[in-house]
């Protein structure tokens, strides 16, 4: 199995910036990718942006990209999620989660073995 623990989410903001972060362990081996999803009160899980681990590859929610950010350090096996010029929109539970294959496939959850517990974004005006 893969743990993931997220941290980072906090009260902010608008316009402003926020990291998030998406510690691995235990079966990392096994995680191809590792996607970020957010889920705003009422609403559907949406993807966020997803990265593999080995080459780096990104896919991004059409409607994020420019403002969101996704990154990693293998050596950590962390995720990152930087999002700048926060919206109240952008309010949310965000989670990570982690693939065993990738490809555009990513923007779905189902793809996902594991997920975290999320970490709470509230935006503010």
């Known amino acids: 199995q893969v743990q993931l623990v997220e941290s980072g989410g906090r009260l902010v903001q608008a316009g402003g910036s926020l990291r998030l972060s998406c510690a691995a362990s235990?079966?990392?081996?096994?995680?191809?990718?590792m996607g970020w999803f957010r889920q705003a009160p009422g609403k559907e899980r949406e993807f966020v942006a997803a990265?593999?681990?080995?080459?780096?590859?990104?896919y991004y929610a059409e409607s994020l990209k420019g403002r969101f950010t996704i990154s990693r350090d293998n050596a950590k096996k962390t995720v990152y999620l930087d999002m700048n010029s926060l919206k109240l929109e952008d309010t949310g539970v965000y989670s990570c989660?982690?693939?065993?294959?990738?490809?555009?496939?990513?923007?779905?959850?189902?793809?996902?073995?594991?997920w975290g517990q999320g970490t709470q974004v509230t935006v503010s005006s």
């Open positions: 990265i593999s681990w080995s080459v780096g590859f990104t």
């Open positions: 989660a982690s693939a065993s294959q990738g490809g555009e496939w990513l923007r779905l959850g189902r793809t996902y073995d594991y």
């Open positions: 235990g079966r990392t081996s096994s995680s191809y990718a």
